[in-house]
């Protein structure tokens, strides 16, 4: 499955990267253009529906992710995306179209009806940290390692998206069974994984809006707990996760009425740290907890 | 005709393998739960389930252990528990799987300790038993059964029921309402299992009271309660796939009126963003979901993101892409000529429905 040659792809950062969460999309420009993979903008791509207009109007959802998927398929290239939400909601909708010839042909009528080129089914919906264990490799990774992270203890938060229902990611998604690909990076930059309950939980974004108390006592929960884990920064593939569980620690502290405390960052900004790649490039100014004390009590860019 | 109920041997052959099971013990005095891990060591096979190991250690080592079980055969949902970090039925669960994973079935590799304990959400009455009275309770508040009314069709297709034959399917082991991340931070959340029956019902053409359902079904607790994290579609050891059927009922919700709820509101207000801006409208789906006064009550958080740097603009020009007039025109289409575009499941065989 899939059409992209070498390391080309149709880049799809998603609406947070493109606006609260820039610093995740600078930080997996500027790793990805360090190890050669190339992420070529998507000039006509809108926002995936984000699971929210799929469950007012599928249909409108599926034709608005298939016009996205024949804008990649004329570029003759995968997409890769950085954001979980984007992810789930394309494979779920690849998932099907490749699976119901019939459903795809009736999507296409309204894509031509539209005046859009008919989706073929042919892409695959990758996301950045798959492309940096699968296709880059560990050994690679390594050679690019300018600032080892003297085992720093890393949370990993996965975020729900990038892996159920594994049905379509088809144990891609490496977590209760594929490769573990946040703590492969982690391993590969020199850090320490962190195991705790959370890992693999909901960061609450999704219902933020409308259970606002219940979000900030989920997130901050994840938070607090990788840090009496011992985690001395967390990291998430997600802008999403990275904006419930790091913008929005500070008020989970006061929901809690405890102090957490945890630098989180995308994990794209942590290997942009290891890379020896500067703050402003990574966009450390925008965390809402500076991870700098934590750095340099690891001797990291000392 | 019944084969001879297979055992685990007593005794472990000379090749067996042994594994430990590390199982959370608990006992309650009056209110006071009081547990502690237990190790026991146990010998298995290739064909040792996590159901025949508990047999074999509550027959040979400890027959104070306690668990519930009964059909041995993913049929009765009585032996739900949480097992190496995820709720499954035990009797579907090979020892083996857990030790060395099974991709195919989603079981990641854990090692030579088995790690077990009740199912979570739920008050721990003995070692692995839970109350499941809540978790009915639920069920039971939901009227599980169609009722006469003036919505009643009388003309059933085979068709309608490819709505109804995957939840029919739910044994009521509890595994999804024990994965279940929205139950954790509101007990009072109906649940998959529940909203999953509530689905068979809505979609059930004989149901007589379908808008009174869904009218329900859009209040606290219901289906705008659920985060969306899929854990109960993969905890489901009979593919009822829960999430996929509170989902359709949001879109049921919707269709019927209940768009007065914010979570409604919300996933109403992107569709008509992503023609206008191409990409959400952060501001502006805040409005639509939270109202005016709700907006000012986000005032905090708008200036704690501003600190940084973090200023969402209600106008992001920069972000728009080409060709807006296409996803108009998909809408438009899709107006005019609507698909049902479901997802259906196959008649599961005698009973189902």
């Not at chain 2, 001879?4 to 309650?28: D, E, H, N």
């Not at chain 2, 030579?112 to 069920?139: G, T």
Request: hydrophobic share 40%.
């Amino acid at each position: 499955m899939g059409i992209s040659t070498g390391l080309n792809y149709a880049y799809y950062p998603g609406c947070a990267a493109k606006q609260i969460q820039k610093e995740a999309d600078w930080s997996a420009r500027a790793i990805s253009k360090q190890l050669g993979i190339q992420l070529n903008d998507m000039p006509r791509a809108t926002c995936c529906g984000a699971g929210n207009v799929q469950e007012h109007d599928l249909a409108a959802g599926l034709a608005l992710n298939a016009r996205i998927f024949s804008e990649a398929e004329e570029m003759g290239m995968d997409i890769v995306t950085i954001c979980n939400t984007c992810l789930q909601t394309f494979t779920y909708a690849n998932h099907r179209f490749q699976h119901e010839p019939e459903l795809l042909a009736d999507i296409n009528k309204v894509l031509v009806k539209a005046g859009v080129r008919p989706y073929q089914g042919t892409i695959d919906v990758k996301h950045l940290t798959w492309v940096l264990v699968d296709e880059i490799g560990v050994e690679k990774l390594k050679s690019h390692i300018k600032n080892p992270l003297n085992d720093l203890k890393v949370a990993p938060f996965y975020g729900c998206h990038a892996m159920r229902p594994n049905e379509i990611f088809q144990g891609r998604g490496g977590t209760v069974n594929g490769p573990k690909y946040l703590e492969t990076l982690i391993a590969t930059m020199g850090g320490q994984s962190v195991d705790y309950y959370g890992k693999d939980k909901c960061c609450g974004f999704h219902y933020m809006l409308a259970h606002e108390k219940e979000f900030l006592s989920m997130s901050g929960g994840h938070s607090l707990e990788a840090k009496n884990a011992g985690a001395d920064v967390m990291v998430s593939p997600c802008t999403l996760c990275d904006f419930a569980l790091g913008a929005y620690q500070s008020r989970s502290e006061k929901a809690l009425g405890q102090k957490i405390g945890l630098p989180e960052m995308n994990i794209a900004q942590l290997v942009g740290v290891a890379f020896g790649l500067d703050d402003k490039t990574l966009g450390m100014s925008r965390l809402h907890q500076d991870p700098t004390p934590a750095f340099r009590a690891h001797n990291i860019r000392a | 005709m019944q084969a001879a109920v297979a055992k685990t041997p007593a005794k472990a052959p000379p090749a067996a393998r042994k594994v430990t099971f590390r199982i959370l013990r608990g006992t309650l005095v009056g209110d006071q739960l009081t547990q502690k891990n237990q190790d026991f060591e146990v010998p298995y096979d290739d064909s040792t389930t996590v159901l025949g190991a508990l047999e074999w250690v509550k027959g040979e080592l400890d027959g104070s252990l306690t668990f519930r079980r009964s059909c041995r055969a993913s049929i009765c949902g009585s032996c739900g528990m949480y097992i190496n970090g995820r709720s499954r039925l035990a009797c579907k669960t090979k020892v083996k799987d857990l030790i060395y994973g099974n991709e195919a079935k989603n079981i990641a590799a854990g090692g030579e300790v088995v790690v077990i304990s009740p199912q979570l959400n739920q008050p721990v009455l003995k070692d692995l038993v839970v109350d499941i009275h809540p978790f009915y309770e639920k069920v039971e508040v939901l009227k599980p059964y169609v009722q006469d009314g003036p919505e009643k069709e009388a003309h059933v297709t085979k068709d309608s029921f490819s709505q109804v034959n995957m939840v029919s399917n739910c044994i009521m082991c509890g595994n999804c309402y024990s994965d279940c991340t929205a139950m954790v931070e509101n007990p009072s959340f109906l649940g998959p299992a529940a909203l999953a029956k509530a689905y068979r019902f809505v979609a059930d053409p004989r149901e007589g009271d379908k808008t009174d359902r869904l009218k329900a079904l859009s209040e606290d607790n219901g289906v705008w309660d659920c985060t969306r994290c899929g854990m109960c579609i993969d905890a489901c050891p009979k593919g009822v796939a829960p999430m996929e059927a509170i989902v359709k009922l949001r879109a049921l919700a919707i269709e019927a009126g209940n768009t007065h709820v914010k979570g409604a509101k919300k996933s109403m207000g992107l569709k008509g963003e992503i023609a206008t801006w191409g990409v959400v409208n952060e501001p502006l789906m805040m409005l639509n979901a939270l109202g005016p006064i709700g907006v000012l009550g986000q005032l905090g958080n708008a200036l704690n993101l501003m600190k940084k740097g973090k200023v969402p603009s209600p106008l992001p020009f920069e972000h728009r892409p080409e060709g807006l007039a296409e996803v108009k025109a998909i809408y438009k289409e899709l107006e005019e000529n609507p698909l049902d575009v479901r997802t259906r499941a196959e008649d599961s065989g005698p009973g189902a429905g």
